[in-house]
């Protein structure tokens, strides 16, 4: 009756807990679920692709998108993109931040590893007044805050430890980037806008940022790229960089949750094994006892316990 309880409220702790966004106003097509290194409690992140993904975001997203929350430094750190530290001032360099001097004035310097990504507009008004009445998201937590559900019961396995699924956000960006078609017949679109069977009403504000052969990725010893360059390629290197912006130190916490679920499978098989040796000892004492003809020495001897 106890394990009846508890598994139907972890069964109501997973429906409460699941995720949100993308269902809500029921217009929404859920994206279909992609294959990503970094999945489940053993995934990593595959650096070179990271590598990719920042490529695309600084050739293509960083025109439109801030991201004010990821420091030029985290590049370099454990984890991600690999950049040597380096490379990472090298590219500090080339942008430039405001502060104040010490007479109170706002000037420029160029940017160091120590500073955040600058927004590409000077505040949140202006980026809505160059893109139609709306400013563009944030990239640094986006591919977490987009999700979508996947319905009894499947969301309830998406919702354990172990068989867990928390790749939605970036599944829904890989979609959305690849999810832009012209309207079918009987759609209604108003003037401004574009057709996105992923996008929750289907019209997006934002054009299609991304075509074939648009940004040039390195090449290997043959002079080829080492991935195609098409839009399905750069849109699942994009999200796999923002889902690593979301969550810089994702792998640490991995690894810490590895330490804690081997230590306490560990735990686990030592309480049962300290429970078969009690059972064990418990038996012998019991068969000892009756040898001696009941007289209930057992391990202690003829004369019990000394005390």
């Given amino acids: 009756m106890r394990i009846a309880r508890l598994a139907a409220a972890a069964l109501l702790a997973a429906s409460l807990g ?14 279909p679920r992609e294959k990503w290194s970094f999945a489940g409690m053993f995934g990593r992140f595959d650096q070179a692709q990271l590598q990719r993904g920042f490529q695309v975001y600084k050739e293509v997203c960083a025109n439109c998108h801030s991201m004010r929350l990821v420091a030029f430094r985290n ?11 380096g490379q990472v001032k090298a590219l500090a360099e080339t942008y430039s931040v405001k502060e104040l001097d010490d007479s109170g004035a706002e000037k420029e310097r160029p940017a160091r590893p120590a500073d955040r990504f600058p927004s590409p507009f000077p505040n949140d008004k202006a980026a809505a007044a160059a893109n139609g009445g709306k400013a563009p998201p944030d990239f640094s937590v986006l591919a977490k805050a987009r999700t979508y559900e996947r319905g009894f019961p499947l969301f309830v396995f998406d919702a354990l430890p172990v068989t867990g699924y928390s790749e939605q956000g970036v599944d829904y960006i890989h979609a959305l980037l690849t999810g832009y078609e012209d309207a079918p017949k009987g759609f209604t679109m108003p003037e401004s806008g574009y057709y996105n ?21 390195p090449k290997n010893d043959k002079g080829e790229p080492v991935v195609p360059e098409t839009v399905q390629q750069y849109s699942h290197d994009v999200a796999a960089f923002m889902a690593w912006a979301a969550e810089p130190h994702m792998m640490a916490r991995k690894a810490l949750a590895r330490l804690i679920h081997r230590a306490v499978v560990c735990g686990v098989f030592w309480a049962d094994g300290a429970r078969d040796r009690a059972s064990v000892l418990t038996r012998v004492d019991l068969d000892r006892s009756v040898s001696t003809g009941g007289t209930g020495a057992g391990l202690w001897g003829h004369h019990g316990p000394l005390v």
């Fill in 18 to 31: 699941a995720g949100s966004a993308l269902a809500e106003d029921g217009h929404g097509t859920n994206p």
């Fill in 75 to 85: 590049l370099a750190e454990p984890g991600g993109p690999g950049f040597t530290e």
């Fill in 197 to 217: 069977k992923y996008y929750p009403g289907h019209v997006i504000a934002m054009p299609n940022p991304l075509s074939d052969g648009q940004i040039t990725y």
